[in-house]
């Protein structure tokens, strides 16, 4: 008998732009081409929604629309799926660490965990880059350049549009979270190599004349959650992280796309041992 071999498809969230498992979707039930991560990220874009589904809205029954919303007014959370088996299940056997998935058992939870293993260590990861960003000395320096405790960040360079579209862009674009690499081999600049949560990889090639120094959280020899200011240099060790708040996809003149940096202060690094 021939083997199945199951891929799993991953697709980012029209709100938040993370990347998630499709089958695990939450979609718009007029056009089903809309599709969330979770149903918080479907009603928070309702509205928004609404303005390109509008002949599908129109034509949305109120008392089906009502039966999707607690008297409260926030949306049902449906039931969890178990990662292992797809059988519905509740939320109390997760992944300890990283609390994204759910088994129905933990006959189910031991058989994926070779599986899941490979990937939970990288939701965590992300997770305290994402504390770091919006907890103390950071928050507050990072508050100058544009973030607010409503800002979205996100660990996917699929949310990066591409430089000639600044004039059509109009919305408010989420900064990125990657993390280094190696080198990339470049004669004249800093560059290097990134990957995002997905496994996505590109390179970053740094290209501002006159900054030398970059903002870095939790530099060797000091607190985890100090702020400093360190050469650009010892900044791109393999395993750190960059938060990068203006990117876009840039062609090189070697016809290589990937994401050119003009300006330090549009950078963040956070140290990761």
Not at 2 to 12: D, Q
Not at 123 to 133: A, M, R
Not at 198 to 207: A, C, L, N
């Amino acid at each position: 008998m021939e083997k199945i071999i199951w891929i799993r498809v991953f697709t980012p969230c029209q709100k938040c732009c993370r990347k998630f498992l499709y089958k695990y979707r939450v979609s718009c039930d007029q056009c089903k081409k809309t599709h969330y991560c979770s149903s918080i990220c479907w009603f928070e874009d309702l509205d928004s929604h609404k303005n390109h589904c509008l002949q599908a809205f129109q034509a949305l029954d109120q008392d089906s629309f009502q039966k999707s919303i607690d008297l409260d007014g926030k949306p049902n959370t449906p039931e969890k799926t178990c990662f292992c088996c797809e059988r519905s299940c509740g939320d109390e056997l997760s992944c300890w660490n990283c609390r994204n998935v759910f088994y129905c058992s933990s006959v189910c939870k031991q058989k994926d965990n070779a599986i899941h293993s490979t990937y939970c260590g990288k939701t965590v990861s992300f997770t305290y880059i994402n504390h770091i960003i919006f907890n103390g000395e950071t928050f507050r320096y990072l508050e100058k350049k544009g973030l607010t405790s409503e800002s979205r960040t996100t660990p996917v360079l699929l949310s990066i549009v591409h430089e000639m579209s600044r004039a059509s862009v109009n919305y408010i674009r989420p900064w990125v979270i990657v993390q280094i690499v190696s080198p990339y081999p470049q004669n004249w600049q800093y560059a290097i190599l990134v990957k995002d949560y997905t496994g996505e990889e590109t390179h970053i090639i740094f290209h501002d004349d006159k900054r030398t120094h970059a903002a870095i959280t939790g530099c060797p020899n000091l607190d985890r959650h100090a702020l400093s200011m360190a050469p650009l240099s010892s900044c791109l060790k393999p395993g750190n992280f960059i938060i990068l708040m203006d990117a876009w996809w840039h062609i090189f003149l070697d016809r290589t796309t990937g994401i050119r940096i003009d300006n330090l202060e549009l950078v963040h690094f956070v140290w990761r041992d």
